[in-house]
């Protein structure tokens, strides 16, 4: 079964105490991204990676670190959590385009809840 | 910059009714995709519908119409015939079809759909 992996899909942790949520996906696919989801903010990129060893800043970086030494994983890392960053996180990831203006879907994970207290 | 307004935080509606949840969007992209996302108590995101902005017809998908109306730059998710569980949050979301490389979903505020039986 074609899928994106989340783990812990839960956690509660401490001010400063490092913490990674791991992703993986089976499809081969070249893209993988992380968002956050918060209250009457929506989802909202954190980093996205086009290829292994190839990560870039999205939205909201700040806070966090990721690294793609294979394809198939993409880990978020916190490196020294705080409350602010309490939220909902996904992973998603997708085909490449490759300048293509078709559609191609992204696939989410099932989310990532995590309590910084 | 892209920008994705969801201008209905929560919706009630009686079961078997038809409902249409609202999406204005703002870009400056010559050629974009939207996007609707279900996103159930459970938390995962479920992909229902897209739109090409170079499409000339409504995309349907069963129940789910997109009705899009380019020069008004909105993107209106109905559901026909509701049923109980259609009761989640929906999301609104576009990418940028000539950004080749980031496949970054810009993501409205959601808006809560409950169906009354």
């Known amino acids: 079964e074609a899928q994106v992996t989340q783990n812990p899909r839960y956690l509660i942790t401490v001010t400063g105490k490092k913490l990674t949520v791991t992703c993986s996906q089976n499809m081969n696919h070249e893209y993988m991204s992380w968002y956050r989801q918060d209250p009457g903010l929506g989802l909202r990129q954190i980093y996205y990676?086009?290829?292994?060893?190839?990560?870039d800043k999205g939205d909201v970086p700040e806070g966090y670190k990721v690294s793609r030494k294979e394809k198939r994983n993409f880990p978020l890392i916190l490196e020294s959590p705080s409350p602010n960053q309490t939220s909902l996180y996904f992973c998603?990831?997708?085909?490449?385009?490759?300048?293509?203006?078709?559609?191609?879907?992204?696939?989410f994970g099932p989310g990532t809840r995590l309590t910084v207290l | 910059a892209q920008k994705i307004t969801q201008t209905q935080p929560g919706m009630f509606v009686q079961e078997k009714e038809a409902v249409t949840l609202d999406c204005t969007y703002d870009t400056s992209d010559q050629s974009y995709g939207l996007f609707w996302y279900k996103q159930p108590s459970s938390g995962e995101m479920i992909f229902l519908i897209y739109q090409g902005s170079y499409d000339e017809q409504n995309a349907t998908e069963g129940r789910y119409s997109l009705n899009f109306q380019k020069a008004r730059k909105s993107a209106n998710l109905v559901i026909s015939a509701s049923q109980l569980g259609d009761s989640a949050m929906y999301f609104c979301a576009m990418r940028d079809l000539f950004s080749f490389g980031n496949e970054k979903l810009t993501f409205g505020t959601g808006t809560r759909l409950t169906i009354i039986p």
């Open positions: 998603a990831s997708s085909s490449l385009r490759q300048g293509s203006l078709l559609y191609n879907e992204q696939f």
């Open positions: 990676s086009m290829n292994v060893e190839v990560t």
